[in-house]
Structure formats: C-alpha cells, structure tokens
C-alpha cells in the first residue's frame, strides 16, 4: 500500500470539502423531517380510536421491518411511475425521513408512556384540553428521557447518508467513490471519506450532549 | 328543599368482574362537608374518581346541581355527554390527590395559574395575583418560586390546595391529602382544609383515615364498604355507636391502632 500525500491534499480533501455541505442538508433535512413525521405518526398510534391507531402500529411496523435501502430504491424507481419525480437528493431526504420517523415515533412513544398516570389526572382535573395537556404538561416531562435517544437517531441518520450513493447523490461516499475510480486510488479518497465522517460525527455527539445538558437543565430541577 | 349539589343516582363501576361501586345512591348539600370512611380497597377512593370524570362509569348517573353530569339531556332521555357538557360541569369541580401530582417542571407559582390561563382564560396578570393570594393563604407566600422537588411533602399538598383553588371550583375532592404525608406534615394540611372548611362555602368530599379530623369537620360521615354505603350520619352518631356491624369492627381496628 502506498499512501500519496501529495495526492490527497490536492484532489481528494478539496473534492470532499466541496461536498460535505450535501452530506450536513441530507442529515439536517432528513431529521427534521423524522421528529415531525415521527411525531405525528406516534400521536395516530396512541389514538384511542382503533381504526386509526392500529394501521398507524402496522405502518410503523412496516417502516421499521425493511432495510433503508429497499425503501430508497422503491422511492427512487417508483416514485417516477406515478408521475412523481423529484432530485435524487429530495427522493433521499424523504427516504431517509420516512425511515428514522417511524424509529422516532417509537422513542416518542416510550417518552409518552413515562410520565406518570398522575400528571394526566392532575391536567384534567384542572379541565387543560388535550392539547394543552400534550404541550405544557406530558410533552416537557418525556423530553429528558427522548433527547438522548434522538440525538443518537441524529448520528444515525448522519452516518446513513453514504446508502444515497446509490442514488447518485454527490454527497461524501458518492464523491470518494468517483474519484477512486476517475484515478484508480480508493485508498485515499475512502480514508479520507472515513475521516471527515468520524470527525463530524464527533461533533455531532458532542452537540447533542449539550442539547441534552440544556434541556435537562430546563425541565428537571 | 334545596336542590342537592351532588347526587349520585344508582352509579355502578365494574373493573372487568369486580364490581367497585354497586349501584350508590348520595345526595350531597351546597356546601356540605361529607367523610367517606372505609377500609382499603373498599372503592372509597373511586367516588371520587368517578366524579372527577377520571374513571368512566358503567350505570348510573351523576348530576352536579340538578344537571346530569355523565350524561346529558337530549331530548326527553339521556345521551352519553359530549366533551364540551363534560368539561363545562367539570370547571366546578376541583380535586387534591393523595400524590399531589404536582408539574414537576413547574414552580409553585407556574403550578397554580396554568390552568387558570389556559382552561378559565384569565389574563396573566390576573391569575398570578390570584395566586399569589392562594399561595399567602395555605402558608407559601415566599415559596411561589420554588419547584415542586425543593419543597416538603406538606408544603407541596399546600401548593396543590391552592392550585385546586385557583380554578374557583365549587366543589371539592379530596383524596386521602395526607396519607402520603411523614407525621409531622399532617397538621399543616389539615390546617388548611379546617379553614377552607370554616370560612368558604365550598362544598366538600374527603376521603381520609384520619378519624378525629372527620369528627372535628364533617358535617356527615358515610362509612363505605363493599362498593357501597353502608351508614352514614352525622359524625358523633356514626364514629361514636355505629350501627352496623362492619362499620363497628372498622371503627374499633381503626381507633385501637391509634
């Protein structure tokens, strides 16, 4: 194995810089789209009507049981059939979104189910509506618990970016492949990639676990 | 005769076979003070629950000032309530828990005007001075800021007091308030009920196994047993010479532990 310097600080560290930008909008995107969606899907799934929560359960259920990658090529190939196209990048925040949501929906869920019986009766005893009681009561008090968890979904979805590859997104893989392959050097251009992941994913870590910090700090006391 | 402020018209509640309350009947005055007694798991605590709409019930009706309160008049029969008649009726009463379910991520003061921003629409202002006045009453006047883990277990069911208060309800519940109290804070609260009970005009449910504070401040004991009422009376006659036989074995297990 020879490793050329010169090589990597000319070409593959400027081609990657270039397109880290897409990697941070696909994973920024992508999990905002999930706590969202996420939440919206939780909120069908704890409906007290069956016939809503019980397709929200199989949905979630259907989401979670098939790999990411099936689901972006079923988006990517299918979504033109009935007329919808989008750019490779929107086809994979979607994907991506759809996916993560329905995990989020689950951290949701379990956050829900922690606040004691108690805090419910206390809001309707002091007739809140149920959305007051979702927004001032029962949603600050299964933050602290969720905000971990999310955050790790945060890294999680990161670290998925490289799968939109394979749908010719010009994010981090997909440019260290196409310059292994433009000068017959992958060691390079994938160590590189590896890197830029690992430090970013660094950051990221440490980002959470400072949201985390401060929304513990607001809410428990 | 004045219309009773409560009444409890054959209300039944079933927990899968197990009937909790088997067809009660109770009539409650404006501003009357009744004690439900009775021993553990007897279902005392689900007349209140069932009141405060956080149980359904199976039969029955309850009516709050002459006004069915499960149900509501469609027509010349009942329907079940719409969530609009339930928390219409619901704004009158107030209930205190025996965990106080206190917002843990609130202080006293944020405790205590929540609902009156949000579910009565005062003004912010207003509902802070409300609770200001609430919070110097039961004895909290310095510790509005404070949050619910800083305080006592007597200074936090104070704070739900006041938060029950806050709503202006007509009607109180209360759930065993001190049950979960060490010793040394029950005086504390059962200070504040004796003034609420003396000096306003609300009218109150109390459920409690603190047998001379019923004596002191009822105006009627109910001895509950069995999904029902078995006697009731005023305090002297019922927690003196009970009637009825379960009644005197619990009265005599009660009193003998004490």
């Known amino acids: 194995m020879n490793w050329d310097w010169q090589f990597t600080f000319e070409v593959v560290v400027p081609r990657l810089l270039a397109v880290v930008p897409v990697t941070i909008q696909a994973t920024v995107l992508s999990f905002l789209l999930a706590l969202v969606l996420g939440l919206a899907l939780m909120l069908l799934r704890i409906s007290p009507l069956r016939v809503i929560s019980i397709p929200a359960g199989e949905i979630i259920e259907f989401i979670r049981g098939t790999p990411l990658l099936v689901q972006l090529f079923f988006l990517f190939f299918l979504l033109p059939e009935i007329g919808i196209v989008l750019p490779p990048l929107t086809t994979g925040i979607v994907g991506l979104g759809i996916y993560n949501a329905a995990l989020c929906a689950e951290v949701y869920r379990a956050g829900i189910l922690n606040v004691p019986a108690g805090q419910w009766e206390a809001a309707k005893a002091l007739n809140l509506s149920a959305c007051r009681t979702y927004r001032d009561i029962i949603i600050p008090q299964s933050l602290p618990p969720i905000v971990p968890a999310l955050g790790n979904y945060f890294i999680g979805i990161f670290k998925e970016t490289p799968l939109l590859s394979f749908l010719a997104v010009a994010e981090l893989m997909h440019a260290s492949k196409l310059i292994g392959s433009e000068y017959y050097r992958f060691t390079e251009a994938v160590t590189v990639a590896g890197v830029f992941f690992l430090v970013m994913s660094l950051a990221a870590a440490a980002l959470v676990r400072f949201a985390e910090g401060r929304i513990r700090g607001r809410i428990l006391h | ?258």
């Open chain 2, 1 to 258: 005769m004045t219309q009773p402020k409560i009444k409890f018209d054959r209300v039944t509640k079933r927990y899968g076979p197990l009937t909790v309350l088997n067809q009660i009947c109770l009539d409650i005055d404006p501003g009357e003070l009744v004690t439900i007694i009775g021993p553990s798991g007897s279902g005392k605590t689900t007349v209140l629950r069932v009141l405060m709409t956080l149980e359904s019930i199976d039969d029955g009706v309850i009516y709050i000032d002459g006004e069915p309160f499960n149900k509501m008049r469609a027509g010349g029969a009942l329907a079940p309530a719409s969530n609009a008649h339930i928390r219409r009726l619901r704004a009158r009463i107030g209930m205190v828990f025996q965990n106080f379910n206190l917002f843990p991520h609130m202080s006293a003061l944020d405790n205590c005007i929540e609902a009156p921003i949000h579910s009565l629409g005062l003004a912010r202002g207003e509902a802070v001075n409300r609770a200001d006045e609430l919070l110097d009453m039961v004895g909290l006047a310095g510790l509005r800021s404070r949050y619910p883990s800083q305080l006592s277990g007597g200074q936090q069911q104070r704070v739900a007091i006041a938060r029950a208060l806050a709503m202006q309800p007509e009607i109180l519940l209360f759930d065993e308030p001190t049950s979960a109290l060490d010793p040394e804070m029950v005086g504390e609260v059962l200070q504040v009920i004796r003034d609420l009970a003396s000096a306003h005009s609300y009218t109150m449910l109390l459920v409690t196994h603190q047998m001379g504070f019923a004596r002191e401040v009822s105006d009627r004991v109910c001895f509950f047993d069995a999904g029902q009422f078995v006697e009731q009376g005023p305090p002297q006659e019922l927690l003196g010479s009970p009637k009825n036989e379960r009644a005197r074995q619990f009265l005599s297990k009660v009193l003998e532990a004490r």
